[in-house]
């Protein structure tokens, strides 16, 4: 059975109802090339066109207006001209939505006297889908000579939607039903989305209750003597048919319920996201098509960038970013004129500058040719004029807790109204619920900006090259709110070429855990740097955690390699193994060391664990978010660690990014994750030099001349001078200040050349004020003045003073 020709009753009415009939529509979407896209059997029976020769046609070869409507019609004031306006409709000239009447000669008529008499209804499609225009016609001769009905009630009627199978992608023609259909507020439509579901074809239907706007009088041009026309709606069923006005305060009743429903839809599109870039392209396109034709957003540069909240008012100097542009108008044709991303400040004698320095919204009913001139002039090498010119013009502050955030410019096109007060109040409206949802939007850029630079101070810059090791290292966040997290890894230089290698995990997770993390990596520096052996620094450190307070735990694994003697020194405190990768044949393990308990624990011993290495062998220290996942066994994730860690890789890098491609991908990771490797090359026997002498200072000359000759030996001529000069006087100031007969020089070849000097005398050096008499206390000032690096550092019953010195001096 032909569903057009059902019966004339809605589902739940009585067969005696009369108030309500349908009329079959049909409905032809045209996409951006002005091309039918959608051809339903609706537009096949009333047209006499087939789907197959229809679709992939241009859509006004195929609806082309005959001309002038009949004699009946010609003396209707509302719609003279009604034939062209579907014409600029089908050709994109018009970016809101039209109806009205229209004869007809599709191709397949056989003559003149067959044209059709239609009613027809042009929304525009907004969005990335190519699709255009949706069009709706149905026949008006039938719903003369059918249901009775005069010609000038059937010209007011408007369509109603009901889900037909061969509608383009009809769920998402549901949901996007506000955007096509722009003058139905959200009840309107979720009860259209219900009767499409229900009934599934389209139906034009009309019914005597109550009225609502059909489309919004501030977003339709309007014809001049045409009267304002309201749908009306049953109480119970989506219907949408027109009839004359009612009152004028039903039509001011109908005007506010209109924006108000349009502030409402907008309000439940934007903020979908705290993301600052998406909620300005929200903000944005909520405005377009249905309250302008054109919509762009400046925003202050403090704002954009999500810093703190902008000091004081805008000004002449105040830079302002375009962020984003909507328009309706061909795609690209303003992106020269009004390009996304410019920085400028609006000059003062322009309604920019106003709207900017006052908060307050700025009406221009229309930009003559010479306000479009004197604005355009203020801009230099900027031809405003096609953009701003016979256009309406609404200027209106975006603004959060009484400070102007930045502001929108809405224009509409000379062929729609113009922007009139109520607009005006509509447009701060929006522009006021839109300044919000921006400062929601930049306080979160804010506090996220803040806690990555706060997460980036506390992680150390860890250098590439070590003493005979190269590191890379990985920070990933957590994926809590917050973005602060615990985990911590660093790298210390250590005397005779040693890298202390760290990496730790405080419990818990935000800005508390995040400062604690601060307090211990800073102990662990300062003890690291005082020659405390692996074991007794992490007693200490639990020391100090039970000094600090109860919540202090924290895991933390440390060790200390030693390129010369090609060995590691590592204590663990709670924390996951580490895995060593061979070199020599490319095999994994986690190294079985004693596990202790957490810092912070306290009572319990930590043992240190000697390792040797070879050249090549590779280290991985990382923290449990890496491998622990909840509901999972922490053993598989150690596995996969192993199995990622002895992949080959062409450099450190690739090896980390490696291992978190394969461990990350695992779901239900939440918690940071720090990744430290270290490829421990060791030093080639080589470059390493050791003398002996006597606490003589005849010794001084001897430890110049083998620096001298070594030095030589490697190819080294450059620094041979200031070598000699600061060996010198290390081995002096250990010569007189030394408490026992030995004294000891290492020369290490690296990146760089390493001096040392060790002495029995454990008491440190301290540079000294010499005065300008003084014979002495000016040794250390002249290695600190000439040497890359210097230190000292005491262990036991002994100290080192070491220097560095650059292999090639510029």
């Not at 004031?77 to 089908?90: C, F, I, M």
């Not at 439509?189 to 229900?198: D, F, G, K, M, T």
């Not at 309706?328 to 303003?334: A, H, I, L, V």
């Not at 706060?454 to 250098?463: C, F, G, K, T, Y």
Request: hydrophobic fraction near 40%; charged fraction near 25%.
């Amino acid at each position: 059975m032909d569903r057009g020709s059902e019966r004339d009753t809605a589902p739940g009415r009585g067969v005696g109802d009369t108030a309500a009939g349908r009329i079959p529509l049909a409905v032809v979407v045209v996409d951006r090339a002005g091309l039918v896209s959608h051809w339903s059997s609706g537009a096949r029976r009333l047209f006499g066109v087939r789907r197959e020769d229809a679709v992939g046609h241009p859509a006004a070869d195929l609806l082309p207006v005959s001309g002038a409507l009949p004699e009946a019609y010609d003396g209707y004031e509302g719609y003279d001209a009604a034939g062209p306006d579907l014409e600029a409709s089908l050709g994109g000239h018009t970016g809101y939505a039209t109806a009205g009447r229209a004869r007809l000669c599709p191709p397949r008529q056989a003559s003149a006297d067959e044209r059709l008499d239609v009613l027809w209804w042009a929304y525009p499609l907004v969005g990335p889908d190519p699709s255009r225009l949706l069009v709706l016609a149905a026949d008006a001769t039938r719903l003369r000579d059918e249901r009775g009905y005069d010609d000038e009630t059937a010209e007011r009627i408007s369509p109603g939607f009901a889900r037909h199978t061969e509608l383009p992608a009809s769920e998402e023609l549901a949901r996007r039903l506000p955007d096509i259909l722009p003058n139905m507020g959200p009840g309107l439509s979720a009860r259209i989305v219900a009767q499409i579901l229900e009934l599934g074809y389209p139906i034009l239907e009309f019914s005597q209750y109550d009225r609502v706007p059909v489309t919004p009088y501030w977003g339709v041009p309007r014809r001049p003597g045409r009267t304002r026309a309201e749908a009306v709606v049953p109480q119970q069923r989506t219907v949408a048919a027109v009839v004359p006005a009612g009152a004028e305060q039903d039509l001011e009743y109908a005007a506010v319920r209109e924006r108000l429903e349009f502030l409402n839809e907008v309000s439940s599109r934007i903020g979908s996201s705290l993301d600052l870039g998406e909620t300005i392209r929200e903000v944005t396109s909520a405005a377009v098509p249905r309250f302008a034709d054109f919509a762009g957003t400046h925003l202050r540069a403090a704002v954009l960038a999500g810093e703190g909240f902008p000091d004081g008012p805008p000004d002449a100097s105040t830079v302002m970013f375009r962020v984003w542009v909507e328009h309706n108008d061909e795609p690209g044709r303003w992106d020269d004129t009004v390009p996304v991303g410019e920085a400028f400040a609006f000059p003062e004698h322009t309604p920019f500058y106003k709207c900017m320095v006052t908060g307050e919204p700025v009406l221009v009913p229309r930009v003559t040719d010479e306000l479009s001139e004197r604005i355009s002039g203020e801009f230099e090498k900027r031809d405003l004029r096609p953009l701003i010119g016979g256009r309406s013009l609404l200027i209106v502050p975006l603004k959060a807790r009484n400070v102007v955030l930045g502001f929108m410019v809405l224009m509409r096109r000379p062929d729609r109204p113009q922007f009139d007060d109520m607009d005006r109040t509509t447009g701060a409206e929006l522009a006021a619920r839109a300044g919000l949802v921006l400062d929601n939007a930049r306080m979160y850029t804010y506090q996220e900006n803040v806690a990555d630079t706060l997460q980036d101070s506390m992680l150390p810059q860890v250098a590439p090259r070590m003493a005979g090791c190269d590191i890379a290292t990985r920070y990933l966040p957590g994926t809590r709110l917050g973005r602060i997290g615990g985990d911590w890894f660093d790298t210390i230089k250590l005397s005779g070429s040693r890298t202390a290698l760290v990496v730790g995990d405080v419990m818990g997770h935000g800005l508390n855990s995040a400062a604690m993390m601060g307090q211990l990596r800073t102990a662990v520096q300062t003890m690291a740097a005082m020659e405390t052996p692996p074991a007794q620094l992490l007693r200490n450190l639990d020391d100090l955690a039970r000094r600090l307070g109860d919540n202090y735990l924290a895991t933390c694994l440390y060790a200390v390699y030693d390129p010369i003697r090609g060995e590691l020194t590592l204590a663990n405190a709670g924390h996951i193994p580490p895995v060593l990768v061979r070199a020599e044949d490319g095999s994994s393990e986690l190294l079985d060391l004693p596990t202790g308990a957490p810092i912070g624990v306290g009572g319990v011993p930590f043992e240190a664990t000697r390792v040797p290495v070879a050249p090549g062998d590779r280290l991985v220290l990382c923290t449990d978010g890496l491998v622990e996942v909840r509901g999972c066994d922490i053993g598989e994730g150690l596995a996969a660690l192993c199995e990622s860690a002895a992949h080959p890789a062409a450099s450190m890098d690739d090896a980390c990014d490696t291992i978190i491609r394969a461990l990350n991908t695992r779901g239900g990771r939440k918690d940071d994750v720090a990744l430290l490797m270290a490829r421990l090359n060791g030093i080639p026997g080589d470059h390493v030099a050791e003398w002996r002498f006597d606490a003589d200072p005849r010794e001084v000359g001897r430890a110049r001349r083998l620096v001298r000759e070594r030095l030589l030996d490697w190819g080294l001529p450059h620094p041979v001078e200031t070598a000699e000069l600061l060996v010198s006087e290390v081995v002096t100031n250990a010569v007189r200040h030394a408490g026992g007969d030995r004294i000891a020089l290492r020369v290490v070849r690296t990146d760089a050349l390493l001096f040392e000097v060790t002495d029995e005398e454990p008491a440190l050096p301290a540079l000294l004020a010499a005065g300008p008499y003084d014979e002495s206390g000016r040794g250390l000032r002249v290695v600190s003045r000439l040497a890359r690096e210097w230190g000292a550092s005491a262990s036991g019953h002994r100290k080192t003073v070491w220097f560095e010195q650059a292999l090639h001096i510029p």
